[in-house]
């Protein structure tokens, strides 16, 4: 039996339908529900279409795409070991298959410039090549059928005594392999055929049950793009606007709560993808169910709402952020490109995961999905056992993380949209943000081997410095009061940085163990520098305006922040080498200006940073 | 709703206030006037009270409570109409479908939502127009879906910030008919203009606003009787008798302003001491003397007097 929703479940189901009904409503307002669903409709239509053409297509094209599925044998491959001639073409058709019924009725020669002649040479070279290489024992019977057969139909380019020295020599380069099935089958084939080719006209191999499945995968692509780029552009662009024009300002003073706002903008952008996506996710659905592999549609199912979530929230921060100073046209310009790259990204190495790639679907969500996708409809069976069980484990942390990440986001939104003064997210939710956006960034690491912990501990930090500096950004305190009038919670905010950095270095000594952690105190200060001048960073870019000065400044610090990263690198991977001890400012090997200039930044940047907070702000604290 | 502002100020740069130290009680069911020159925090002043804004220091109280944190700013706004200043339309909407999206805003729903839609379109003669898309309506049909926009929700307090910036004469007569009427309703308004006229007759009481402080308040009879305005200036225009008129005014001890010639005519501006029967009285004289009178009008509102006494600032 099923429980009754609590008052509370109800209140907030309530909420939420308040909160979304004016953004959806505006979303699908006059006829414009009925133009989506109509669009809709074709994207289902086109999927089956394209399905079905992709499936059952005897074009060149279709057939390479079924080859880049592996659905299919190449050309090359299936006349090779069936000895036929594969036409495409009516005309060609007709005229070889005469052809081929003058040999074998009339026993006519063959045109010397015919298909089917090539193809009998060759025949004549495979057969010689395999005389020459010499049959194992059990091959014996097929060694003999092929020398009668060369015997009764001797060829006509080379002398018949010079012929399997003539061929021979072709062979040199072609090698071949009695122990090969497809070899032998083609042997078969030629001694069975009398060496005269099968002329086959081309159509796809694919069953009906193939069929579903592509139709599936075209569908399910359909649902990804929407999901995934229509919906976090419908969302972003629209707050762009909103924050742009300025319209958000009567909506504030409405009965909505800025949670609510949010919930909308979300509602409404989720939503509109979702009208468009409906058909398109039923053939999907279908498709996966009566011929897919139905254990990787939960992953898939689980993982789709998650990083579309995310996505959304994203831009929404995005469009907010930029839409300040840029029109929502221009944010969504620049919205569909990010958007378009990640998934072209996405796609590329979704369809071909590798053993060590798995951990990237932590990173880029739609990866997950592009392979969920393939596992689902055409699983190319390049992942072991252990790899799958993997990539499954990813994707649940994946679902996980993206999903706090996006509550967190939308905490921050809804205090900026809010507009008071405070930052965007609370320490907590900080630590939270920190927490997931580490072991994310942790499962991209493809071996945690002990000798690889320096390079995991690097790439894991590069990965998420980003996000940590986002994190930092979202704890200092804005609103529509000026900077001077603000005091900085800088100590706090920097405690809370050093405990980031702290969880990711405790959490790699523990996989690790601490014989990995390297005896470099050089390096030690190299890391710890660009991790101070990094948070600094963070906090003075959102903390106090910038001019074009200030933006120059920025680049240099994060242009010193990379060489100081790779020099921590350096010298902690050279520990234990004895014989190789960089200078503490390696500039100074190059020359002795250069070294100088690098001393002063290393001062001069993080005294910068605390001068300028200090002056711009109320206080520091 | 009465409202109770006690020493609202607010800073955006932390040196100069936008508004400083306001005091303002407000009593329930009567129309507020805010009125000062561009830049003088009317629009700062109204956002706080709105509940939009936070203000940097002070309180204020609505039916005596202080609204402190976010629900009950959220509970309040249910019950407040706020048209800010420069309030945008999305241009892409029709105007039915830009107050369906308010009212749903609001929390209406279904059938009652759909009338009160009708209902306000009727009230703003939008009923025509409904249909249309925002971006094609005028800007004086603009500024009135905004002000319908802002009653959907039958508030008890309407702030309007600048409603008449974009009405012709006949749309501001009608702006001040419909807030006369949602006065009667006992819906407290406080309505901000740089216009003084358009406030004069309309409003029960008046605070003046300039550099963020307010330098007078109270019911407008009293702040005319306090700051010794009891005086209308009219302009006369006559065909002839100008001798007689003269000697008459003096009479009278009306003070004139100014001569000049117009269109045939001689137009006299004319400070009259004392009320509208003093001006039908000297009208009746005028007349009765031969003085050909073709039209008598004022020109200038008592308010606009005191407003001129307080302040260098020119206001329309």
Redesign the interface.
């Known amino acids: 039996m099923s429980k009754a929703p609590t008052s509370s479940t109800r209140a907030r189901l309530d909420q939420f339908r308040d909160a979304s009904l004016p953004f959806v409503t505006r979303m699908f307002r006059g006829n414009r529900l009925r133009r989506y669903l109509a669009v809709s409709l074709v994207l289902g239509l086109l999927s089956v279409l394209i399905g079905a053409w992709l499936s059952f297509g005897a074009g060149g094209f279709e057939q390479d795409m079924r080859r880049e599925l592996d659905l299919e044998q190449s050309s090359w491959e299936r006349e090779r070991a069936e000895f036929t001639v594969t036409v495409h073409d009516g005309y060609m058709y007709e005229q070889l298959t005469a052809e081929r019924d003058r040999i074998l009725v009339a026993g006519a020669s063959l045109s010397d410039y015919s298909m089917l002649a090539d193809e009998r040479e060759r025949a004549y070279a495979t057969l010689y090549t395999a005389l020459t290489m010499g049959a194992p024992a059990q091959y014996a019977g097929l060694e003999a059928d092929i020398r009668t057969l060369l015997e009764t139909h001797p060829p006509t380019r080379y002398d018949i005594d010079n012929a399997q020295w003539q061929y021979g020599q072709e062979a040199r380069d072609w090698q071949f392999d009695w122990y090969a099935p497809a070899e032998r089958l083609r042997l078969q084939a030629i001694v069975d055929q009398e060496l005269v080719p099968e002329v086959v006209f081309y159509t796809s191999p694919l069953s009906f049950a193939d069929g579903v499945r592509l139709t599936g995968a075209v569908a399910g692509g359909f649902v990804v793009l929407l999901m995934l780029i229509v919906a976090p552009l419908a969302s972003g662009a629209t707050v762009a606007q909103e924050v742009h024009e300025n319209t958000l300002q009567p909506v504030l003073g409405t009965r909505l709560r800025p949670v609510d706002i949010v919930t909308g903008f979300t509602a409404a952008g989720v939503g509109l993808a979702g009208v468009l996506a409906a058909p398109s996710f039923l053939v999907m659905l279908l498709a996966g169910v009566f011929a897919g592999h139905i254990a990787n549609l939960v992953p898939f199912l689980l993982l789709l709402p998650a990083a579309s979530l995310f996505l959304v929230l994203f831009t929404q921060l995005v469009g907010f952020g930029l839409g300040r100073r840029w029109s929502s046209g221009i944010v969504a310009t620049l919205l569909t490109g990010a958007l378009c790259m990640l998934m072209l990204f996405s796609v590329g190495i979704g369809m071909n995961l590798e053993d060590d790639m798995v951990g990237l679907i932590a990173m880029m969500p739609p990866v997950g999905l592009v392979h969920g996708l393939r596992e689902l409809f055409v699983p190319h069976m390049r992942l072991s056992a252990a790899e799958t069980q993997h990539a499954l484990v990813i994707i649940s942390v994946s679902v996980v993380g993206l999903s706090v990440l996006a509550y967190v986001m939308s905490r921050a939104l809804t205090r900026r949209i809010e507009g008071r003064t405070q930052a965007s997210i609370t320490r907590l939710e900080g630590l939270l943000a920190a927490a997931v956006s580490m072991v994310l960034a942790l499962a991209v690491v493809p071996e945690f081997d002990a000798n690889d912990a320096v390079p995991a501990y690097f790439v894991s930090l590069g990965l998420v410095a980003f996000a940590w500096q986002l994190i930092l950004a979202g704890r200092v305190p804005v609103g529509d009061g000026p900077s001077t009038l603000r005091t900085l919670p800088l100590r706090g905010i920097m405690l809370e940085f050093a405990a980031f950095v702290g969880m990711h270095a405790g959490l790699l000594i523990l996989v690790f163990g601490p014989s990995a952690v390297p005896v470099a105190p050089m390096g030690a200060f190299h890391l710890l520098w660009a991790l101070v001048v990094l948070a600094l960073l963070a906090v003075r870019l959102v903390a106090l305006p910038t001019n074009i000065l200030g933006s120059l400044f920025a680049m240099v610090c994060y242009g010193a922040i990379c060489f100081e990263m790779v020099c921590a690198g350096v010298t902690a991977a050279t520990a234990s080498d004895s014989g190789f001890s960089p200078h503490p400012f390696v500039l100074f090997e190059a020359s002795a200006v250069l070294g100088v200039a690098q001393l002063v930044l290393t001062v001069v940047i993080p005294l910068a940073l605390v001068r300028a907070l200090r002056k711009g702000s109320a206080g520091v604290v | 709703m009465r409202v109770e502002l006690n020493a609202i100020s607010k ?4 040196s100069t206030f936008a508004v400083r130290d306001v005091d303002l009680t407000i009593p329930s069911g009567s129309i507020l006037g805010l009125i000062g020159p561009n830049g003088a925090g009317k629009s700062t002043a109204l956002r706080m009270v ?5 203000p ?1 220091g002070g309180t204020i109280a609505y039916d005596g409570q202080v609204a402190t944190d ?1 629900a009950s700013h ?1 509970a309040l ?2 019950q ?1 109409g ?1 048209l ?1 200043d ?5 241009k892409d ?2 105007a039915t ?1 830009y107050l ?3 009212g ?4 209406l ?1 279904g059938p009652s939502l759909r009338t009160k839609v009708d209902e306000v379109l009727a009230t703003f003669s939008l009923g025509n127009k409904a249909n249309a898309r925002c971006k094609a309506l005028s800007k004086g049909m603009r500024q009135r879906l905004l002000v319908a ?1 802002c009653l959907l ?1 039958d508030p008890s307090l309407l702030i309007l910030d600048e409603p008449a910036d974009g009405l012709d004469p006949r749309g501001r007569s009608d702006l001040r008919t419909i807030v006369g009427q949602i006065r009667d309703r006992g819906v407290t308004v406080i309505i901000s203009s740089h216009i003084l006229r358009e406030l004069d007759d309309l409003c029960d009481q008046v605070a003046i606003l300039q550099q963020g402080t307010i330098v007078v308040s109270g019911e407008v009879d009293s702040i005319i009787e306090r700051y010794e305005v009891s005086r209308l200036v009219y302009e006369l225009r006559i065909l002839g008798g100008l001798e007689q008129a003269r000697e008459i005014l003096s009479r009278r001890r009306v003070l004139i302003e100014s001569e000049a010639e117009a269109d045939g005519l001689t137009a006299l501006s004319l400070q009259v001491q004392g009320d509208d029967a003093a001006v039908a009285d000297m009208l009746a004289e005028l007349c009765g003397a031969g003085v050909r009178v073709v039209t008598c009008s004022r020109v200038r509102s008592r308010l606009e007097d005191v407003y001129n006494r307080l302040s260098e600032d020119q206001v329309n």
């Open positions: 800073t955006y740069d932390g709105a509940t939009v804004m936070e940097t976010a959220q706004r249910s407040i706020f800010g420069g309030n945008p339309l999305y909407m029709t479908e369906t999206f308010f749903q805003c609001f929390g729903r926009r929700h």
